[in-house]
């Protein structure tokens, strides 16, 4: 059974960090990409930024240069590095995995299949 737990969220102030991890297990977790969703209620889910199998990375624009995403393969987990955070990054934020696996060479997934439960990141100003 493929399983994603999110956690690390917390509330901070605004301008503070917070590294969010994405454990993840039932599942070849080295042959897939994984993405980083956030959601408030009455929008949209956003993708903030996903990893490849082959360490490729793409972020939002509301994510460049403020957040970092890696992959621990001996862990099986994928971090959210998140810096220099705003109230409007207050959100539920959420892993994911796509269906098929991943080629080495392929970038991001437009659509991912497994979620986990998410984690809460409050920043207050």
């Known amino acids: 059974e493929v399983q994603l737990q999110a956690s690390g969220g917390g509330l901070v102030q605004a301008g503070g960090s917070l590294r969010l991890s994405c454990a993840a297990s039932g599942f070849t977790f080295d042959d897939y990409a994984i993405g980083w969703f956030r959601q408030t209620p009455g929008k949209e889910r956003e993708r903030i930024s996903c990893?490849?199998?082959?360490?490729?990375?793409d972020y939002a624009d509301s994510a460049k240069g403020r957040f970092t995403i890696s992959r621990d393969n001996a862990k099986n987990t994928v971090y959210l590095q998140m810096n220099s955070l705003k109230p409007e990054d207050t959100a539920v934020y959420f892993c994911?995995?796509?269906?098929?696996?991943?080629?080495?060479?392929?970038?991001?997934?437009?659509?991912?299949?497994?979620w986990g439960q998410g984690t809460q990141v409050t920043v207050s100003s």
């Open positions: 990893v490849t199998r082959g360490g490729r990375t």
């Open positions: 994911a995995a796509p269906l098929n696996r991943n080629t080495l060479t392929s970038n991001c997934p437009s659509n991912f299949a497994y």
